[in-house]
């Protein structure tokens, strides 16, 4: 096998007063990441369900003339981009509209407004809103590497709703692109490249046929996408989709499809699971080779229990090291109906 699975297990031995005072293991996994190598851990789950927020009130609040991304106000509120860049300063798809981010985390840096309407709830995003919107970011990539012929790295980036890090409720994605790569696209790049001199395959080709043979976290397939949950999962649940492009050369208007059929299956899990909110990322190699491929991410994003508790903690941020409630095996029997 080319690809290890490799887990430790550790047990914790306490009285436990809910079970009068018996003696008993609580059990912990540590996951290796099998690109990377880095840890994640499976912890107990207590069996809580996840109970979503009602974002109506805020969205009332902040829609219409509060909005920058309001239909009556994204072409005032907005900013434009240099005609040299894009003539007539923003790309426009439908309800679409891409346009420079005020704030930027990158040296390119578009955020393409999805809709007209202010608050999308997830099973009312379309497969049609969907491809327009992604495919708006793609155009924006292909423009920026045109002009930037130094833009190395790309990547599509959505954070949806507050509990995702989400500033504005109006459903918007991030699209960055520069030279200089984020800490995930440098790990990527390079644990890629190790893997294919060390077993001369795609790590990424090579994942996806490995996890539909064995079929513990296996998904399914949408198109021209293999969906798997991630072994080593960077949070409650992590889902891998694996294009059958290795670079922004190959991506067409199917995989754009694809991609948007696929978010609307998860999105039909999500609301069965209690789940709102959600971080996706969306990795573009530049110029083809043969160790990357086309890659997309996708974790739902929660708060926990009566105080609205944040899903992320020291452990995430100090330690780097990912804390999961769901057993990867376990999700993964949940999700694969949703795409039958």
Request: contains cysteine; negative net charge; proline residues 7%.
């Amino acid at each position: 096998m080319k690809i290890q699975f490799r887990k430790e297990v550790e047990y914790f031995t306490l009285h436990d007063p809910m079970q009068d005072g018996k003696l008993i293991d609580r059990q912990t996994e540590i996951r290796f990441d099998p690109l990377t190598g880095e840890t994640a851990r499976i912890l107990f789950d207590p069996g809580a369900p996840f109970t979503p927020t009602d974002f109506s009130e805020e969205a009332a609040a902040t829609a219409g003339k509060k909005c920058p991304f309001c239909p009556e106000n994204v072409f005032d509120s907005t900013p434009r981009f240099p005609d040299e860049l894009i003539e007539g300063g923003r790309l426009i798809h439908g309800e679409a509209v891409a346009f420079p981010n005020l704030f930027p985390y990158s040296k390119h840096n578009a955020v393409v407004r999805m809709s007209d309407q202010h608050f999308v709830r997830l099973d009312e995003f379309t497969v049609p809103l969907l491809k327009e919107a992604f495919m708006t970011a793609h155009q924006y990539v292909e423009k920026v590497v045109e002009f930037d012929p130094k833009t190395t790295y790309a990547s599509i980036n959505w954070n949806y709703l507050p509990p995702s890090g989400g500033s504005i409720i109006h459903p918007h994605i991030h699209v960055l692109a520069s030279e200089h790569p984020t800490n995930y696209q440098a790990k990527i790049t390079s644990s890629s490249r190790q893997f294919k001199e060390r077993e001369g395959v795609s790590y990424f080709e090579t994942l996806a046929a490995e996890e539909k043979i064995h079929g513990e976290r296996w998904i399914g397939t949408k198109g021209s996408i293999d969906w798997t949950h991630a072994f080593a999962p960077v949070s409650h649940a992590d889902f891998i989709g694996v294009f059958d492009a290795a670079s922004i050369q190959d991506l067409t208007d199917d995989h754009y499809e694809s991609l948007a059929e696929s978010l609307t299956s998860f999105f039909s899990y999500f609301k069965q699971m209690g789940i709102n909110s959600f971080n996706l990322g969306l990795f573009i190699p530049l110029s083809a080779s043969k160790e990357e491929r086309v890659h997309v991410r996708l974790i739902p994003r929660m708060t926990i229990g009566m105080l609205k508790t944040s899903d992320m903690n020291v452990f995430n941020y100090l330690h780097g090291e990912p804390l999961s409630l769901k057993a990867p095996e376990d999700v993964a029997k949940v999700v694969q109906p949703h795409f039958a």
